[in-house]
């Protein structure tokens, strides 16, 4: 309980990075448990990189928690959350039809131009807190419509199950870039902030592309893992 609560403090900015947690005996004294309790509580954080303990000053926020998001892997938000037992939610801000701003994806040498999409954007939230901004564009060639109420839960799902296509790979870049205004607004960032962006092309096992996708991270919330093999001649 004590080490949930200050974890949720810590991520939801109650204490944020550089402040100083309460000392010691005002923990104890808040939670009404003994000292010792505390310091077993607070080596937990430590060691979790969350808190460093200063000597004649106390214990200082250096980070929050992270979640993994598998850079090799081709999975659904909800897959992943599933997976890594997260609390999450999916709140759907806009569903229009309208033609793909291929400009965005131009890096990723795509043949596509002005193409007829379903443009979707959510807002992703973890423990309650906005985290991801993802903006997906359907190709209506392969998918014609993606009803509201799927888009609120896996696109991933809604193609494989319920419209019997079969993801196959997926080509993606990610970026660091300075957050906009939109992802200071949504995401509750500062003009210095940056965000994690990973722009891509998913296809499917017959080599259609069904859509294009950019999705915004909070850099603070988040790490990328991958697992690399060397190669040998």
């Known amino acids: 309980m004590i080490h949930a609560d200050l974890l949720s403090k810590i991520n939801n900015d109650v204490y944020q990075i550089g402040d100083f947690l309460p000392s010691e005996n005002r923990l104890a004294q808040l939670y009404g448990v003994s000292r010792e309790t505390i310091r077993k509580v607070l080596n937990e954080l430590t060691i979790s990189g969350l808190i460093q303990k200063l000597k004649g000053k106390g214990s200082m926020?250096?980070?929050?928690?992270?979640s993994d998001l598998p850079a090799s892997k081709l999975m659904s938000y909800a897959e992943i959350s599933q997976k890594a037992d997260l609390a999450v939610q999916t709140r759907l801000l806009e569903r229009r039809d309208a033609a793909l701003p291929d400009f965005v994806f131009d890096s990723l040498n795509t043949d596509f131009r002005q193409a007829p999409v379903t443009y979707l954007c959510r807002l992703r939230y973890l423990d309650e807190r906005p985290?991801?901004?993802?903006?997906?564009?359907?190709?209506?060639?392969?998918?014609?419509?993606?009803?509201?109420?799927?888009?609120?839960?896996?696109?991933?799902?809604?193609?494989?199950?319920?419209?019997?296509?079969?993801?196959?790979?997926a080509k993606r870049q990610?970026?660091?870039?300075?957050?906009?205004?939109?992802?200071?607004?949504?995401?509750?960032?500062?003009?210095?902030?940056?965000?994690?962006?990973?722009?891509?092309?998913?296809?499917?096992?017959d080599a259609r592309v069904i859509e294009f996708n950019e999705s915004r991270h909070r850099a603070d919330q988040f790490r990328f893992v991958d697992f690399a093999r060397r190669e040998r001649n």
Not at 131 to 159: M, T, W
Not at 183 to 201: T, Y
């Open 61 to 66: 926020v250096i980070g929050t928690q992270r």
């Open 131 to 169: 985290v991801i901004i993802d903006r997906n564009y359907v190709l209506k060639s392969v998918c014609p419509d993606v009803p509201a109420g799927e888009a609120e839960k896996s696109l991933f799902h809604y193609f494989e199950h319920d419209c019997h296509l079969q993801i196959a790979y």
């Open 174 to 205: 990610i970026t660091v870039e300075t957050a906009t205004k939109e992802d200071q607004q949504l995401l509750n960032l500062h003009s210095q902030d940056v965000v994690v962006v990973i722009r891509g092309v998913t296809s499917l096992t």
